[in-house]
């Protein structure tokens, strides 16, 4: 439960048709198995304790009074398991009959949720034995006490208040108006489902994407548990297809016909944060509804969920491929714009043999494509001082000439050297009056270079040295257009590296493939016996922990405990817990120190969820204090 963690599972049952006593054996072996590998929230299929497939059975006195005192007798024999269990039954109210979700908590049974839409069409008859339970609201005696019989009900955790859970049933899914969208709007933030959806060719995909699509629309998690093995054979068969999703993301999805439990881990923060960031997201009044309360155990969930060390970048190369495609439209979309808006019919960058200028040269390529315009009218500028090495240079200069672009070199050196005498500067001490006067000049040379042509200068900088201040104020912070700015360092290799492959050009791939292995470093002190003697990440700390770090932290909003627990889970066996704490503290000292830089960037194409921009996501003032972030990893390592 801490940090908003709660593992959560689906399950079958080896269901013998109208055998209450065998299945609620299975049901309660089976829950105290999950419970014991760490599951509080437990859902059955529909129908669990007696069958879906009883048919006219559902008439027969025998099977609904057996599976009443088999639903008392589960909740009396699972009093000592920790968790909210969800089971189907068929059970009599006011002389109906209605397929209910019972819901148990520690011996209690604390509801009974009817199902809503029953099907009767296809193979479905559900009308002719079950009653719809819309609108049905009142109490019956179970166990000398009185259970609220309702659909409009929700169960609310007393030691994790961000955790209220909700119940629909099968057909209440598909229907046009699901009882888990009120749910939702009400406060749930998970839906349970006990269903009974048979299979036929096709219907599993379709299963998939409605489960996963409805938790994406309610900002909630869906756990959806379907009957299996064991159900009549007469005319359908059922496969056990459990899902457990989380926003549209599908956390774990049992395999069909093996009777396997699905288990997942969701965050419950992340999806409550969620709902506050999105303004069309309005909880609604709970007028009808009915609020109960269970209690869970206040412990560590064990954290057995996938957490994505690079969650700028997709996982496939399939998605990856078309993602860094899209990236690249939007950013030279937004140039495009900006130099038809301007007038503009030059644009001009400096041009290092890096990363980020080899992006920004592309993406003004790109552009220009666009626009019709030749690519020679792209002037890019090397500029060459203390910390260039030859690699870098001939990259640069070689990089330019393969994309048809003009290049143009200034040596900045004497330019530099004669700044340093104006204000006293010692050129031996290598300081940040050192590194930061060589910033400052290239970016007055490319200026100066797009007045003269009447170009526009084109910002190479990316999110990840927006986010630390990795950048030297009105000197590469500077441009009139930042096409890099939001995007991360992580994503910017993949962009490359996607350009090399594609460029179906072998002398330019090998170009670019060079420069995706040359370190990451921004050459401002004099190299080594000819390589490269100033490595950024040797500097701030590695990019992938920062760009994780800071997904975690606009994204979601977590808290530092939260992002450090995470991280050290998602780096596990890459970097020791101290190492991750370092960085961490690096970051935040970094980005709240850092903001004043953020305040008065240039415009820039958002590309995705992520972003720094004062007049877009991140309104912040220049002036807040990290003290409270810093605090909170401090206790950490108490």
Not at 62 to 89: C, H, M, N, W, Y
Not at 497 to 526: F, G, H, M, N, W
Request: hydrophobic letters at 40%; proline letters at 4%; one cysteine or more.
């Amino acid at each position: 439960m801490k940090d908003g963690f709660i593992k959560a599972a689906a399950a079958a049952i080896d269901v013998r048709v109208a055998d209450c006593i065998h299945n609620t054996d299975e049901i309660i072996k089976k829950a105290r198995e999950l419970s014991q590998r760490g599951a509080r929230i437990l859902v059955f299929p529909e129908l669990s304790i007696t069958g879906y497939t009883c048919q006219d059975l559902f008439w027969q006195e025998t099977l609904l009074g057996s599976a009443r005192e088999q639903l008392l007798r589960v909740a009396e024999e699972l009093k000592d398991v920790p968790g909210l269990i969800f089971l189907g039954l068929p059970y009599v109210y006011h002389g109906k009959l209605y397929n209910v979700a019972a819901a148990i908590n520690q011996g209690e049974i604390l509801g009974l949720v009817p199902k809503e839409y029953l099907p009767n069409y296809g193979e479905f008859y559900e009308a002719r034995h079950f009653s719809s339970g819309k609108n049905l609201w009142g109490y019956t005696e179970l166990g000398g006490k009185q259970v609220p019989v309702m659909e409009k009900m929700l169960f609310s955790c007393r030691e994790m208040p961000g955790l209220t859970v909700a119940a629909e049933i099968c057909e209440d899914l598909w229907a046009a108006a699901p009882p888990s969208v009120a749910h939702a709007m009400a406060g749930a933030n998970v839906i349970v489902n006990l269903s009974a959806s048979d299979e036929t060719v096709g219907k599993a995909d379709y299963r998939r994407e409605l489960v996963k699509s409805q938790s994406a629309r309610l900002l909630c998690a869906y756990i959806y548990a379907t009957a299996g093995y064991g159900e009549s054979t007469q005319d359908l068969v059922f496969g056990g297809q459990h899902l457990i999703c989380e926003n549209g993301v599908v956390l774990k999805e049992a395999e069909m016909f093996q009777n396997q439990s699905a288990e997942a881990v969701l965050d419950i923060n992340r999806l409550s944060e969620e709902r506050r960031r999105i303004s069309t997201w309005h909880e609604e009044k709970r007028e009808g509804y009915l609020t109960v309360e269970f209690s869970l155990p206040v412990e560590e969930t064990k954290l057995e969920r996938f957490i994505d060390p690079n969650p700028f970048v997709p996982d496939s190369r399939g998605e990856r491929d078309k993602r860094c495609n899209e990236i690249l439209m939007i950013q030279a979309m937004g140039l495009k714009k900006r130099l038809e808006h301007t007038h503009c019919k030059r644009a001009v960058l400096g041009i290092s043999g890096g990363l980020d200028s080899t992006l920004a040269l592309l993406v003004t390529a790109r552009a220009f494509d666009l626009l019709g315009m030749g690519r020679e009218h792209i002037t890019a500028v090397t500029m060459p001082c203390f910390g260039t090495t030859d690699r870098t240079y001939t990259n640069a200069c070689e990089l330019t000439r393969r994309l048809g672009a003009t290049l143009m070199e200034v040596d900045i050196k004497k330019a530099v050297l004669q700044h340093f005498s104006d204000i006293g500067h010692d050129e031996n001490v290598h300081d940040v009056t050192y590194e930061n006067s060589q910033a400052r000049e290239r970016t007055q040379v490319i200026m100066d270079i797009a007045n003269q042509q009447g170009g526009m200068v084109v910002g190479t900088g990316d999110l990840s040295e927006l986010a630390l201040g990795w950048a030297t104020y009105n000197g590469d912070h500077m441009s009139m257009y930042g096409v890099n700015a939001s995007v991360p360092k992580t994503l910017v290799r993949h962009l490359v590296r996607y350009y090399a492959d594609t460029c179906k050009e072998e002398k330019l791939s090998q170009i670019l493939l060079d420069i995706l292995d040359t370190p990451v470093s921004p050459e401002l002190l004099p190299p080594k016996d000819g390589v490269i003697s100033q490595k950024t990440e040797d500097l701030v700390g590695p990019y992938e922990l920062h760009d994780f770090f800071l997904y975690q932290m606009l994204r979601f909003h977590f808290r530092p405990g939260k992002i450090y627990r995470m991280a050290k889970a998602a780096f596990a066996g890459v970097y020791e817990p101290e190492v991750i704490m370092k960085w961490l503290k690096t970051f935040y000292s970094r980005f709240f120190a850092q903001q004043f830089k953020r305040s008065c960037l240039p415009d820039g194409p958002k590309v995705g969820s992520v972003a720094v921009s004062p007049r877009g996501d991140l309104r912040m003032p220049s002036d807040a204090c990290v003290r409270i972030w810093m605090e909170e990893l401090e206790k950490i390592q108490e």
